[in-house]
């Protein structure tokens, strides 16, 4: 398979998953995104707090999709739409792991700390420890 960065080239996008960039609703192109990768990061480039997660994954091995929304031409309704799924929460960084929605850095700190973020990570075959 044929990787293409995508950001400051340690975070990759395979070229397989670039055609479903096109979809036009975003709902629909969340979820078809969410589920082409085992780990998969929505981001704002300038966030802190997203750039720390993707540094969570890739220190544990893992090479996280990562979708930067503010170079999305499609960003802002991508992010109404994590802003929906998440309720209250911040919208950024928003992971998910397996096709399921994790959540935003809060939940995967939470699952990091009690030991749940690693068999997550095995079942969505992102890790073979």
């Known amino acids: 398979m044929q990787y293409q960065a995508e950001t400051r080239g340690y975070y990759h996008v395979p070229a397989a998953v670039r055609h479903s960039m096109m979809v036009a609703d975003p709902v629909e192109r969340v979820v078809k ?4 990768s085992a780990v998969v990061i929505f ?4 966030c802190c707090m997203c750039h720390a997660v993707k540094r ?6 893992v090479s996280p999709t990562v979708y930067e929304l503010d170079q999305d031409p499609m960003g802002k309704e991508i992010e109404r739409v994590l802003v929906r799924l998440l309720g209250n929460s911040p919208t950024v960084p928003v992971v998910f792991i397996g096709g399921k ?5 809060d939940r995967v700190m939470a699952s990091h700390i009690n030991g749940t ?3 997550l ?3 969505a075959g992102a890790l073979w420890l």
């Not at 969570?56 to 091995?61: N, S």
């Open 101 to 105: 929605l994790v959540g935003a850095m």
């Open 43 to 46: 981001s704002l480039s300038t």
């Open 33 to 36: 995104l969410a589920s082409e």
């Open 121 to 123: 990570l095995k079942e």
């Open 117 to 119: 973020l690693v068999p």
């Open 56 to 61: 969570l994954f890739c220190g544990m091995g």
